[in-house]
């Protein structure tokens, strides 16, 4: 499975723009780049899952360039209620169950 | 849709004895589950795949007559941690993979404390 690198923690502002870059250098061809939000003493949560170019919904954005080995969840307006952890996962698209390697994920801390 | 329920939230057992914590694939079947394992400011760590019908896969280090699971069913797992002791104190969660939705649903974590 891809290796994921993201930075360990981020500090922003209330209202501000978040950007959180992954790197995953060794992604597949059938690879999915998924997104999950984890707050204290609760199971991850799914928020955004691409393959390439751009994905929205109605919490994030997620941009994925042509090559594929990065990819940047986008916050926008973040509040209070974001500061969470954010992890980056490459997911394979087999149809099948495969397992899942979280990385470090990134501590993003929202402040007033 | 896609909604796992994981029992206990929170558990207090004393060392020794054995805790039991449950996980439901609500309105999907889950031929697989998994289990993950998580200490305090650390990620999830995979402790093994489990498999209904089948024995579960445990991954290299976790001792599988300790962390005894039993997948049954396409809509229940059970993980139980047998003769705990205060270092099993974790945060453990659940996973079903379903081939409809975004794949992977966790569930909501058990918090268990040994003492």
């Known amino acids: 499975l891809a290796k994921t690198t993201q930075p360990i923690s981020m500090d922003s502002y209330e209202g501000q723009e978040v950007n959180i870059t992954c790197s995953h250098n060794?992604?597949?061809?059938?690879?999915?780049i998924t997104w999950y939000q984890q707050f204290p003493s609760q199971g991850p949560r799914f928020i955004i899952q691409?393959?390439?170019t751009k994905v929205t919904n109605e919490v994030a954005s997620l941009f994925i360039p042509a090559d594929r080995k990065s990819s940047t969840l986008s916050l926008p307006r973040v509040s209070l209620s974001d500061t969470a952890v954010y992890y980056c996962?490459?997911?394979?698209?087999?149809?099948?169950?495969?397992?899942?390697?979280f990385g470090t994920g990134t501590r993003l801390q929202v402040t007033l | 849709g896609a909604v796992v329920s994981q029992h206990p939230s929170r558990v207090i057992c004393k060392s020794g004895t054995s805790v039991k914590i449950e996980c439901r694939s609500l309105?999907?079947?889950?031929?697989?589950m998994f289990w993950y394992r998580q200490f305090p400011k650390q990620s999830l760590m995979l402790m093994a795949t489990?498999?209904?019908?089948?024995?579960?896969?445990?991954e290299q280090g976790v001792e599988k007559d300790k962390f005894l699971i039993n997948h049954a069913s396409l809509t229940l797992s059970t993980l139980t941690v047998t003769s705990a002791h205060p270092e099993d104190s974790s945060f453990y969660i659940c996973?079903?993979?379903?081939?409809?939705?975004?794949?992977?649903?966790f569930g909501s974590g058990t918090r268990l404390t040994v003492v």
């Open positions: 060794n992604i597949a061809t059938n690879d999915y």
């Open positions: 489990s498999n209904e019908g089948s024995k579960a896969t445990y």
């Open positions: 691409g393959y390439k």
């Open positions: 996973s079903a993979f379903t081939s409809s939705n975004y794949g992977y649903t």
């Open positions: 309105d999907f079947q889950a031929t697989t």
């Open positions: 996962l490459v997911v394979p698209n087999t149809g099948t169950a495969s397992k899942l390697t």
